[in-house]
């Protein structure tokens, strides 16, 4: 296979990770969030929050940026809020105690904070999504029992052990260390291409959750070949069935709508191995090479290069590097028997 793994590095460094800002930005909106939440329980005389628990992407550092063009979604952000148990009401009247605290506090909302079976959700109006699910805790012994706000049960929940299991698949099964691990940049990728097509398709495809399961369930390791690992992981992908139920951390996490999400993703991924495997011929050029991971990730960075211009005459202003190239030129020339001053001649 044509190795663009270095090409393929930038272009996950600059737009897919998100970058120190954009991290930056999650972590002041992370902070915004529990102090409008904290603040709304105690206008409304609420029991106050015991703790937070950071959830999803943001806590598995495997966030990824917007699709190229897409300006109305932004990031996702999870995080457990979580209440003793002894301060708690039914499920779903604690749930509606969040969503009345960020109602009362928050502003620049697309639409009101909404209760769903598992969290409550808000939508700001310049694209963020955070998810807010809510737990009560138990002491037990010397750790902590929690149960989830699920409709109108309260179910027995580990918030954190999900982060464990992620975290340990990507160290265990990644060559190697470097930068973050294989693994995680792979599961970015995966992230990444899923919001893509949903994206240009306007059709549902696999949620976050789920597109890192299937990466971690169809990952195929090369150490310094990324391009390689994220053809066959899309491959293994591509070979599996939609019916079959995927797994993250021995729970089973999709269900009967995943089926067509799953199926429409399965599908993207057998048109995505037409153009890369083509890769593996011969005459491969880094041409190709950009015009088959195009087709993958519709982005523009893949576009050949612009080639620069050199001018013969140094523009007001040019750089003190740019002049430097004009005199090595002319010397150049001189060296050869060429003069640089055409009536020389």
């Known amino acids: 296979m044509f190795d663009f793994s270095k090409n393929l590095k930038i272009f996950h460094d600059e737009y897919v990770r998100l ?21 709304g329980l105690d206008e409304l005389k609420k029991p106050a929050l015991v703790d937070t628990i950071n959830q999803g992407g943001y806590a598995q550092k495997t966030m990824v940026q917007p699709p190229e063009g897409d300006f109305e979604t932004l990031y996702d952000i999870d995080m457990g809020l979580v209440f003793e148990n002894a301060d708690s009401a039914s499920a779903k009247t604690t749930r509606g105690w969040v969503r009345d ?6 502003t620049n909302l697309k639409y009101d904070p909404e209760c769903k079976p598992k969290c409550v959700r808000v939508v700001y109006a310049d694209g963020y999504q955070c998810d807010f699910p809510v737990f009560r805790r138990t002491q037990s012994g010397e750790n902590w029992k929690y149960e989830l706000s699920a409709s109108d049960e309260w179910v027995e929940s580990d918030p954190t052990s999900m982060n464990q299991w992620i975290e340990k ?5 990644s060559p190697d260390s470097d930068d973050g691990y294989q693994l995680r940049r792979i ?15 306007s059709k549902k495809h696999p949620s976050g959750l789920l597109a890192t399961a299937l990466a971690i369930e169809s990952y195929k390791a090369e150490a310094g070949r990324d391009d390689w690992s994220l053809r066959e992981t899309i491959r293994s ?11 993250a951390n021995g729970v089973k ?8 999400r799953l199926e429409r993703f399965i599908e993207d991924a057998k048109k995505m191995l037409e153009h890369l495997d083509g890769l593996d011929a011969d005459d491969v050029d880094d041409s190709s090479a950009r015009w088959a991971w195009k087709k993958v990730f519709r982005h523009s960075y893949f576009e050949e290069p612009k080639k620069e211009t050199k001018s013969a005459v140094p523009l007001k202003g040019s750089s003190d ?20 001053s055409p009536w020389s001649r």
């Open 19 to 39: 970058t120190n800002a954009q991290r930056a930005e999650m972590r002041r909106r992370r902070q915004a969030n529990h102090k409008r939440v904290c603040d």
């Open 101 to 106: 605290a960020i109602a009362e506090k928050a």
């Open 169 to 173: 698949q990507i160290e265990d099964l």
């Open 187 to 201: 599961i970015r990728f995966v992230k990444y291409i899923a919001k893509v097509r949903s994206f240009h398709s």
């Open 237 to 247: 992908i591509s070979q599996r069935s939609s019916l079959s139920p995927v797994y």
């Open 253 to 260: 996490i999709s269900d009967d709508n995943d089926v067509v």
């Open 321 to 340: 590097s740019a002049l430097d190239r004009l005199k090595e030129e002319a010397r150049e020339r001189q060296s050869s028997g060429l003069r640089s």
